[in-house]
């Protein structure tokens, strides 16, 4: 079975600014966990869009994403692609929702799917790493909005 996670949070900022933040694959290194991040191969038209590849070193593991849509200030898709955690992932998409007011402010919505690729206990396996992730999302939105303020 496919889990599906989903999290969200409102930045103090304009949609063009968040996605700049959340799409600069050298940011990542500044998250909890990640001692690196680099691309070992650059988008088609943009350094960090489509057919991206980033690398996040997280010491004992590292994991592999590949960006599959680019559009500023509107979304941002990726799938892992080499990961030592037991799934498949389907992908993952960050959107962007200006919110109406008098100041700029974006809602970024975090979703993403996976199945566990274990031989056994697929469903349970994959519900405590969609767990986990979404709680790693979660905590990445909230230095990003930090960052932003």
């Known amino acids: 079975p496919m889990q599906s996670l989903h999290v969200s949070r409102v930045f103090e ?8 933040v959340i799409s600069d694959h050298a940011g990542y290194a500044s998250l909890p966990g990640v001692r ?20 996040l070193d997280l010491g004992l593991a590292r994991i592999v994403e590949r ?51 274990t031989p056994l206990a697929q469903a349970p396996v994959a519900f405590a790493i969609a767990r986990q992730m979404a709680f790693a999302y979660g905590v990445a939105l909230r230095i990003w909005g930090r960052r932003l303020r």
């Open 36 to 55: 690196r991040a680099w691309l070992r191969r650059t988008g088609d038209a943009h350094r960090d869009g489509v057919n991206a590849e980033r690398v």
């Open 13 to 20: 900022a304009d949609a063009a600014t968040v996605f700049d």
């Open 67 to 117: 960006i599959t849509e680019y559009e500023p200030g509107n979304a941002l898709g990726y799938r892992i692609i080499e990961s030592p955690l037991p799934i498949e992932h389907a992908g993952a998409r960050l959107t962007f929702e200006p919110l109406p007011g008098p100041t700029a402010r974006t809602r970024v919505h975090w979703r993403s799917q996976l199945r566990a690729s």
